[in-house]
């Protein structure tokens, strides 16, 4: 039969197109606004998320908001007292070399020691420089590999 | 009428192959793709989660390019391959999060975090959920179509940001494993050939997917039209 699919028809809308013109306007600004929001909150904001350099840097960062931090663990740099949930540890910037000390309560993610993971903190400044993690997040390289052939190369 | 049945014996023979390919994407990735040494079993997810959120970015691409032919042409066929795509699109981005969820949970320690590649992952879901969204509001079937291409070009700006976002901002979501940015090597070659099939796998779902909801699409507009001319013919 013919594609008459996409003809003009009458429907109960079409006397009210004007009100629903107004309606799309205001829930395209609305829709608008909240994905405005979600870019601005992810991102716009320059302290959100900084490297240890630029962390210790940035005096305005250490007023004692919330951001994000990311570095390496320092080897050998994580402490805990025996029965107890107060971790103390460093994270370095492998490209500068600077450092921050940092105490976090709670259990560890899974990931936290791994050699090749970068670790983010989220949390503030603190007494003594010492950042105050409230939660810590973990990223992987994209780097995929089986147990078995990891264990053939060990170096990677 | 034998060409109908011919549609329908090349639609079967699409699904049993669809089918047969997904039990076998299932054994390679459960049985034959190795444990990951560092991330472990968790790391089987990738199998889905990579196909889905690349095939989405096809979908969408596919509502571009309907979209352009529609309001070039006013062809029906690209406004209905086009709201097709955007549909399956809507629910592979979906299932992309979700299994990019029940990654993060135990890789990154967290179920969500705001950051550049979730952020702009999630606003590509409303954009298209507003695809299919505004063609219902608009007040005739015609103009909802134009609606909903004028989204589906404009939309499609945040496919290449969704990708590119690991590269230009900090992110917490590990680099592309697949196309221009991608590094080589970043995949054991057995994992990279597993992953490869389940996206032609999951490429077979979203062309059969597409298909069908495209020849149903055709029957919704089929059937307003007869009711159309109905309600003229019997005043």
């Known amino acids: ?156 | 009428m034998l060409q109908s049945v011919r549609q329908m014996n090349f639609k079967s023979g699409f699904l049993v192959l669809c089918g047969l390919m997904m039990v076998a994407d299932l054994w390679l990735i459960f049985q034959v793709a190795p444990t990951d040494a560092v991330i472990g079993d968790v790391q089987r997810v990738f199998y889905f989660h990579v196909p889905l959120a690349l095939l989405s970015f096809l979908a969408f691409f596919v509502v571009f390019v309907g979209s352009i032919i529609y309001l070039v042409k006013r062809s029906p066929a690209a406004d209905r391959i086009a709201y097709s795509a955007a549909e399956v699109g809507v629910v592979f981005v979906s299932l992309a999060l979700l299994t990019g969820i029940i990654w993060a949970r135990p890789v990154w320690n967290t179920w969500w975090t705001f950051e550049p590649r979730l952020t702009t992952t999630l606003i590509l879901w409303f954009i298209y959920a507003g695809y299919l969204m505004i063609g219902y509001a608009a007040p005739n079937r015609a103009k909802g179509a134009i609606y909903s291409a004028v989204i589906g070009i404009i939309g499609f700006i945040d496919v290449p940001i969704v990708y590119y976002s690991v590269v230009w901002w900090r992110s917490i979501h590990p680099a592309p494993v697949v196309g221009p940015m991608a590094e080589t090597g970043s995949l054991e070659p057995v994992m990279l050939n597993i992953l490869l099939v389940s996206m032609m796998t999951f490429l077979l779902l979203f062309i059969y997917l597409v298909m069908e909801r495209a020849s149903l699409r055709r029957s919704e507009d089929d059937f307003r039209a007869i009711r159309l001319a109905l309600r003229r013919a019997s005043p």
């Not at chain 1, 259990?107 to 993690?133: A, C, K, M, R, Y």
């Open chain 1, 1 to 156: 039969m013919a594609d008459l699919s996409l003809q003009q028809e009458a429907t109960p809308h079409a006397s009210n197109s004007g009100k629903m013109m107004v309606r799309f306007a205001i829930l395209g600004v609305v829709v608008a606004l909240a994905l405005g929001y979600m870019v601005y909150a992810a991102f716009a904001n320059d302290l959100y998320s900084l490297s240890v350099t630029e962390f210790t840097n940035k005096e305005d960062a250490q007023d004692g908001r919330m951001v994000r931090v990311w570095g390496k663990l320092v080897d050998g740099s994580f402490e805990r007292q025996d029965n107890s949930t107060v971790s103390s540890f460093r994270l370095r910037d492998d490209e500068s070399g600077a450092q921050l000390a940092a105490t976090y309560e709670g259990v560890l993610p899974d990931l936290f020691f791994n050699p090749h993971s970068e670790i983010i903190l989220e949390g503030s400044h603190g007494h003594n420089d010492v950042f105050q993690t409230s939660n810590i997040l973990v990223k992987c390289p994209s780097k995929y590999e089986g147990l078995e052939s990891a264990s053939l190369n060990p170096t990677q």
